[in-house]
């Protein structure tokens, strides 16, 4: 029911900046964190950024100081915005989220956006 659309994602040399956007759409009553992944090629995908229900935030150690996770729960959309970008933050970025088990869904459920590439060079 809940859906993920991701957008942002672009070129850009190092230094630069990007401002990453996720719109989620359907019933969000019963999510209770959103967060950011990423994965480059011949690599794990990581947590790059959380949020909670109540804004508490966590970053990876590589992006402290340089990427900053909010959202605007009026508009249900989660945003990322990276500063500094280097080379090694080159991946395909993936927003999330985690909803509870509700009647209609007895399990906890990992929801998905398609992905948006970031690529960062000179």
């Known amino acids: 029911q809940v859906h993920l659309v991701e957008s942002g994602g672009d070129l850009v040399q190092p230094g630069g900046s990007l401002r990453l956007t996720c719109v989620a759409s359907?019933?969000?009553?019963?999510?209770?964190?959103m967060a950011w992944y990423r994965q480059a090629p011949g690599r794990q995908r990581e947590l790059v950024a959380g949020?909670?229900?109540?804004?508490?935030?966590n970053y990876v150690d590589s992006v402290k100081g340089r990427f900053t996770i909010s959202k605007n729960n009026a508009k249900d959309t989660l945003y990322l915005e990276m500063n500094n970008l280097k080379p090694e933050d080159t991946a395909v970025y993936y927003c999330?989220?985690?909803?509870?088990?509700?009647?209609?869904?007895?399990?906890?459920?990992?929801?998905w956006g398609q992905g948006t590439q970031v690529t960062v060079s000179s």
């Open positions: 999330y989220a985690l909803e509870v088990p509700t009647r209609d869904r007895p399990y906890e459920s990992e929801i």
């Open positions: 949020i909670s229900n109540r804004d508490v935030a």
């Open positions: 359907g019933n969000m009553y019963s999510v209770v964190s």
